[in-house]
């Protein structure tokens, strides 16, 4: 048989293969690790305006299968992100998508500005557990009306392909997808980490210095694809899933429920190569089903 096409097309945003790195788990340190030029895209961590410190430690702890994070977006800020980090990504030739993450649409708007045409999308990041918008006390992922202005705001500052990440830790995800699509996002990429957090009983006190954290990795695996089945079914924008996507089998288990393309997050930790051996799994299961298109695996679940 021909070489299976395994190219993906996400708003105007063509990739290779429907396999990328997700945010905040694959660094600039990578390309001596992995081979970075194999995957469809890299997904930077996610940046603000201004430089911020995230939360006091410890900040990573493991669980049976998984782990907890409550990093807090740390980062240099926008101006280090497009000076240093996104030219050493770039220079793979592996499309880079910017993720961004400001306190309100205002300030989406000038980091979507900011980014102007040096990155190849933008991902916003309207879901991270362990920062709080603007006082808040909830994401904007967890808000159809803050999703929606959000995502109209960038729409009008960008010509990129704009892809609304989405919060788990709401009751009805794809009511907060149909507001991402009808504020024009191109696409939903879910689910970021679960709210979870560890005690230490001799301390008697919470593990996390942030005292709760996200939770990813095998553990919300079958949440997370829950998830993106239902939300595969409500919008007809392209549905970027993860959550705990390990290995092949993983990703064709969330493209057969509807993912058009997926993210490798907590895995690059326990292997940088998890992402790239993922794509030429992928790439080997469609030479042995006869699949010549990529498309021909995306929301195929039978459930009649
Ligand atoms: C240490 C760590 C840092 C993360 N940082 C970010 C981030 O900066 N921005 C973001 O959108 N998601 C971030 N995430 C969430 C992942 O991109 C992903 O949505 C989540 O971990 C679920 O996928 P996984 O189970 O494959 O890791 C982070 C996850 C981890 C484990």
């Known amino acids: 048989m021909v070489k299976p096409d395994l190219s993906v097309k996400i708003g105007k945003l063509k990739l290779k293969n429907p396999v990328m790195a997700a945010s905040g788990t694959f660094g600039d340190g990578y390309g001596e690790l992995t081979d970075i030029r194999s995957l469809g895209a890299i997904v930077a961590k996610t940046v603000t305006l201004r430089p911020r410190i995230g939360n006091p430690p410890p900040r990573v702890i493991e669980t049976p299968s998984g782990m907890l994070n409550s990093i807090g977006l740390e980062n240099k800020g926008v101006d280090i992100f497009l000076k240093k980090t996104l030219p050493s990504l770039k220079k793979f030739g592996t499309p880079v998508?910017?993720?961004?993450?400001?306190?309100?649409?205002?300030?989406?708007?000038?980091?979507?500005?900011?980014?102007?045409?040096?990155?190849?999308?933008?991902?916003?990041?309207?879901?991270?557990?362990?920062?709080?918008?603007?006082?808040?006390?909830?994401?904007?992922?967890?808000?159809?009306?803050?999703?929606?202005?959000?995502?109209?705001?960038?729409?009008?500052?960008?010509?990129?392909?704009?892809?609304?990440?989405?919060?788990?830790?709401?009751?009805?995800?794809?009511?907060?997808?149909?507001?991402?699509?009808?504020?024009?996002?191109?696409?939903?990429s879910l689910v970021n980490t679960f709210l979870g957090m560890a005690v230490d009983i001799e301390a008697q006190r919470p593990v996390l210095g942030n005292v709760t954290g996200g939770l990813s990795g095998p553990a919300i695996k079958p949440l997370a694809l829950r998830m993106v089945w239902t939300v595969y079914n409500k919008v007809r924008i392209p549905v970027i899933g993860m959550g705990g996507i390990m290995d092949h089998k993983d990703a064709l288990e969330f493209m057969l429920a509807g993912a058009a393309a997926i993210q490798v997050g907590t895995a690059n930790f326990v292997d940088p190569g998890a992402a790239a051996a993922t794509a030429r799994g992928i790439e080997e299961y469609m030479k042995e089903h006869g699949i010549e298109n990529v498309k021909g695996i995306v929301g195929k679940l039978r459930t009649g």
């Open 97 to 188: 998508i910017a993720s961004i993450a400001g306190d309100d649409e205002d300030e989406f708007k000038e980091l979507a500005k900011a980014v102007g045409t040096k990155a190849a999308a933008l991902e916003l990041n309207l879901s991270c557990p362990n920062i709080r918008y603007g006082g808040k006390d909830r994401l904007i992922a967890q808000d159809e009306k803050g999703t929606y202005e959000t995502v109209k705001a960038v729409r009008r500052a960008t010509g990129l392909t704009v892809i609304a990440k989405l919060s788990p830790n709401v009751t009805d995800i794809s009511r907060i997808a149909k507001a991402a699509e009808e504020a024009g996002a191109d696409a939903v």
